[in-house]
């Protein structure tokens, strides 16, 4: 009987992130289509539409929205309407808190994470992997962090967020670890990947 279970589970996990991942594509293709095929249809006439033309009217819509977000004319523009939005107090939480976690693993901003570290943990000589951020205050106005800190993001493991602390040197360790295996072994919880052994103490 056990080997039977054994067999259904290793299918069972093998299948999970299958369909949670077709599941989000169908999700966001759905989203799409139904947005844009209502606008397109109020442009049109009915018998124009076809299913499935508000989703492929969006893909070219989302390339051309991100050419223009290089222009600093239409940069600047959409900075004033993200502090509009910005102003209306419960859209502010929830639209700050969504634009920064889809952000935060862009490789724009997973550039910014310079170093994979272990961050000593009290109490006790537990430890948690760490990014170091910001190494060097000559490039900020951070006038309150002295020469010997560093700002470091602790991610958490199966939720969104973490915290940014600030802390000496002497409490991180460096570890010869990739930015994407680090975030791949934070977010199973250590389940997938391995740390490398070879670390270099600072």
Do not use: C
């Not at 508000?54 to 993200?82: N, V």
């Not at 994979?116 to 962090?145: A, C, K, R, W």
Request: no cysteine.
């Amino acid at each position: 009987m056990k080997p039977i279970i054994k067999i259904f589970f290793k299918g069972l996990i093998a299948i999970i992130p299958i369909t949670l991942t077709l599941y989000l594509l169908f999700w966001f293709a759905d989203t799409v289509e139904l947005v844009l095929g209502n606008i397109f249809t109020f442009f049109f006439p009915d018998s124009w539409y076809i299913k499935g033309l508000g989703f492929l009217l969006g893909l070219p819509l989302i390339f051309f929205f991100g050419g223009f977000l290089e222009s600093r004319t239409f940069r600047s523009l959409f900075d004033h309407f993200e502090e509009l939005v910005l102003q209306i107090p419960v859209i502010k939480s929830l639209y700050t808190a969504i634009r920064d976690f889809s952000s935060l693993f862009s490789s724009e901003n997973r550039g910014k994470f310079k170093q994979v570290v272990l961050v000593n943990v009290p109490p006790g000589n537990s430890q948690q992997i760490g990014f170091i951020t910001v190494s060097d205050f000559d490039e900020v106005l951070h006038t309150f962090i002295s020469d010997d800190q560093v700002v470091v993001y602790l991610p958490s493991s199966y939720a969104i967020g973490g915290n940014t602390v600030i802390m000496s040197r002497d409490n991180i360790t460096e570890i010869d670890m990739s930015v994407e295996d680090a975030l791949r072994f934070i977010a199973t919880a250590g389940v997938v990947g391995n740390v490398s052994n070879n670390k270099n103490n600072r």
